[in-house]
């Protein structure tokens, strides 16, 4: 684990859980060996980090409340009824100006103070944790490049929660965005016989339109990808209505928390997800302070529309992990192709292209790959891939494939790991959260 440090002030311990905020401060667990699966420990101080822009962490201690160990905790909790936990830690100091706060002292209670519901923050924090360990420990899998999935993100109740509070469709802004689009510039490629050595490319070798004499193998050339009629969607980002949607708020939250974007560019930091070049560059921003500290979220709930198109690409380069989240109410779209898929280049191309994805290449054409997976539209799905040369995937949805579902179904929640440094936003300039945030586990 990379420690964070500063000129001024240095964040001591190694983490037992990378990306849960779990760090002892006391190095007495060293060669306990099985005894610690026997013995629950609780941590007496958080430690919450914010790092200004000249780089100075200020470390702040929070109070914390240790649980009972042969207490269980029950969530929901039952209407009305308040846990200890959570009352006590409404009531704890405020924090100095300019410090981290923790998330919990940004959930329900401050949300929507008049909250009455079932999940309280000790519940959804509880949530959070859990979701947090399954994405940890979810294997990367690496056909047809690096990626990672997670069935039941969250437990059955806390959906049915979600589910309860989702905004309507009307609530999402209509927007036009990539997969709108009623016609792309797509890349095509020539059979291998026709190029001048044997390989192309991409985008180098690319013309804006192929001539009998060129050699390349390369053009980019319009395709209509549906109705010129179908041109938006909807899209909903941050905080659009708080004390209304205060779970989703909270979901909105954990996604820009550090500990989200720091696990899952640790999960795909490996050599053969995040490409080397990118990591690089990383080290190189963060300056020897956790990676949390320079990364952010590009994020938004979405709902596509019944003619949705993107064709293979691989991601820009300044996206550094791409992951995404369906919530669908029901499993009407199991079955209806209608996910994000994944693809490889046939046979034919697989040898002769060579992909530069820093260069930001564009989409190429359907007709150059083979479907290899898709990730479906069903409940409490999550998946996640580091973009690089060989990602490619997309979607391809038309009104037929849509018929006799609600039309605003597909919903996602979607996002895309980036640098500060790079200013990248996917969605509009106010799509990263407008502060950061540090989710802590033992609450």
């Not at 924090?95 to 309280?120: M, Q, S």
């Not at 309507?168 to 890349?187: F, L, N, Q, R, V």
């Not at 004499?213 to 209509?224: E, F, I, K, M, N």
């Amino acid at each position: 684990m990379v420690k964070v440090e500063s000129n001024r002030v240095k964040r001591l311990g190694g983490s037992i859980f990378p990306g849960l905020g779990l760090e002892p401060k006391f190095g007495i667990l060293k060669g306990a060996g099985i005894f610690m699966l026997l013995i629950p420990i609780f941590w007496t101080s958080i430690h919450l980090l914010e790092v200004e822009q000249t780089n100075v962490v200020v470390v702040v201690d929070y109070p914390t409340q240790s649980h009972n160990s042969n207490s269980k905790q029950v969530c929901p909790r039952k209407k009305r009824e308040k846990s200890q936990d959570a009352s006590q830690l409404q009531k704890q100091q405020k924090h100095p100006d300019g410090a981290l706060p923790p998330i919990y002292e940004r959930t329900i209670g401050n949300v929507a103070p008049n909250y009455d519901g079932l999940w309280d923050d000790v519940c959804v924090h509880n949530e959070f944790k859990k979701a947090l360990e399954k994405i940890q420990i979810a294997e990367v899998k690496h056909e047809p490049f690096d990626h990672i999935y997670v069935q039941n993100l969250f437990s059955d109740e806390f959906y049915k929660a979600l589910m309860n509070e989702l905004p309507h469709h009307s609530m999402y802004a209509e927007s036009e965005y990539a997969g709108t689009k009623p016609t792309y510039d797509a890349i095509h490629l020539a059979e291998p016989s026709t190029t001048k050595n044997g390989r192309i490319v991409v985008p180098d070798d690319c013309v804006r339109k192929m001539r009998k004499t060129d050699t390349t193998g390369c053009w980019r050339d319009p395709v209509q990808l549906h109705s010129p009629k179908a041109t938006k969607g909807r899209t909903l980002t941050v905080d659009s209505d708080a004390t209304r949607y205060p779970l989703w708020t909270q979901m909105i939250r954990l996604a820009h928390s550090r500990n989200f974007t720091g696990l899952l560019y640790n999960k795909f930091a490996t050599g053969t997800g995040v490409p080397t070049y990118k990591m690089e560059e990383l080290e190189r921003q963060a300056k020897g302070v956790d990676m949390s500290t320079i990364l952010r979220n590009s994020a938004a709930l979405r709902i596509e529309p019944t003619s949705y198109h993107l064709t293979p690409h691989v991601d820009m380069h300044q996206k550094v992990v791409t992951w995404q989240y369906f919530h669908p109410e029901n499993t009407d779209l199991a079955n209806r192709m209608v996910g994000t898929r994944f693809y490889n280049l046939k046979p034919t191309f697989r040898d002769m292209v060579e992909m530069h994805d820093v260069d930001n290449p564009g989409w190429l054409d359907y007709s150059h790959f083979d479907l290899v997976k898709e990730h479906p539209v069903i409940p409490n799905y999550f998946f996640a891939f580091a973009p690089n040369n060989r990602s490619y995937h997309g979607a391809s949805i038309d009104p037929i494939q849509m018929e006799g579902v609600d039309h605003n179904a597909r919903r996602t929640f979607l996002g895309f790991v980036t640098s500060k440094e790079w200013n990248f936003h996917h969605f509009h300039k106010k799509d990263w959260a407008t502060r950061d945030y540090f989710y802590t586990a033992d609450v």
